[in-house]
């Protein structure tokens, strides 16, 4: 897909607007699972969450290109839209975000702040996908879909900083909602020519990828009902799918009460905010201990932005 060298590129392109995220091993963390754990802080970035070196990466193309006179739209649970609104106010690009009803006040404060026009559409993430499709059409702007290219180099570019920071490690977690984020570490690892394992993480009310993996065939969901909001994705898409089945290790589903776990963990070890999508994969790893007890594993803290409302509900109650 990638050379090494444009992901090098992709790198000092994200590190123009912030310097590289900072990578632990947290006692307390290891004391818990029984292993060496190395947990990648993406919520460190400016928008509190990985995707915005994808965003980033995208829409830079895009203005060089010229190809979105109008400004972009894209569908969002708030992170990938916090990502675009963040790079289009640095290039100057007009950015409109539509998420489904219901969706985190916060994230939604933050995307507005930002600079982007928000709106509002459906019941959940698929919904608010096909009305952007819609408003793209009708209002000529380019749609920015939630997995792309560009945003697989972009967001990889985290990995490309673990493996490089980080000891040897024999696997890393890797959330999965519609899958930049382990597809950007599949591309790194396997550029970089490592023998981590990959392993990706879904929610266990929402397991569109670990279902078609398991049924060799996509399989479309009728609901995605988990409060790991930026896992909560009905249809699988199709590159994304064939990337995660070539190159993952396998897929471990967690349940909202093992995110919940997993948040409080952070916070009680670490002193980090996690949001639900962020902290699955130490979910998953806290399930796996006695598959991973004595080896050294890499976890990514993907994002932070969890309401204030969740986290009293699954952190101070």
């Given at each position: 897909m990638f050379t090494l060298d444009e992901l090098e590129a992709a790198r000092a392109e994200v590190h123009r607007c912030f310097p590289g995220t900072p990578h632990y091993a947290w006692?307390?963390?290891?004391?818990?699972?029984?292993?060496?754990?190395?947990?990648?802080?993406?919520?460190?970035?400016?928008?509190?969450a990985f995707k915005v070196r994808g965003g980033l990466i995208h829409v830079g193309r895009l203005v060089r290109d010229g190809t979105a006179p109008n400004g972009i739209i894209s569908a969002t649970r708030?992170?990938?839209?916090?990502?675009?609104?963040?790079?289009?106010?640095?290039?100057?690009?007009?950015?409109?975000?539509?998420?489904?009803?219901?969706n985190s006040v916060e994230k939604n404060a933050a995307i507005r702040a930002l600079g982007a026009r928000l709106i509002e559409h459906g019941a959940d993430f698929d919904e608010a996908r096909i009305e952007a499709?819609?408003?793209?059409?009708?209002?000529?702007?380019?749609?920015?879909?939630?997995?792309?290219?560009?945003?697989?180099?972009?967001?990889?570019?985290?990995?490309?900083?673990?493996?490089?920071?980080?000891?040897?490690?024999?696997?890393?977690?890797?959330?999965?909602?519609?899958?930049?984020?382990?597809?950007g570490a599949i591309l790194a690892r396997d550029l970089l020519g490592l023998e981590t394992e990959i392993v990706g993480v879904q929610s266990a009310h929402a397991p569109a990828y670990a279902r078609s993996i398991a049924e060799g065939r996509p399989v479309h969901l009728d609901s995605a009902e988990t409060m790991?909001?930026?896992?909560?994705?009905?249809?699988?898409?199709?590159?994304?799918?064939a990337i995660i089945a070539r190159g993952a290790a396998r897929i471990v589903t967690v349940t909202d009460d093992q995110v919940a776990a997993a948040i409080r963990a952070y916070w009680f070890d670490t002193h980090n905010l996690a949001e639900g999508a962020g902290a699955a994969p130490l979910a998953a790893l806290l399930?796996?201990?006695?598959?991973?007890?004595?080896?050294?594993?890499?976890?990514?803290?993907?994002?932070?932005?969890?309401?204030?409302s969740l986290f009293h509900r699954w952190v101070l109650a």
């Open positions: 006692p307390l963390l290891a004391e818990r699972v029984g292993a060496e754990v190395w947990v990648k802080h993406e919520n460190h970035t400016p928008t509190g708030g992170n990938h839209g916090q990502s675009l609104a963040y790079a289009g106010r640095r290039f100057g690009l007009p950015v409109t975000i539509v998420v489904p009803h219901g499709g819609r408003l793209a059409e009708a209002q000529r702007l380019r749609f920015a879909p939630s997995f792309h290219p560009d945003l697989v180099l972009g967001v990889a570019t985290w990995a490309l900083e673990l493996f490089r920071g980080a000891p040897p490690l024999d696997a890393l977690y890797v959330p999965i909602g519609l899958g930049s984020g382990i597809c790991a909001d930026g896992l909560a994705v009905r249809i699988p898409d199709p590159d994304a799918l399930a796996d201990r006695p598959l991973e007890a004595g080896r050294r594993i890499g976890v990514v803290l993907c994002g932070g932005n969890i309401d204030l």
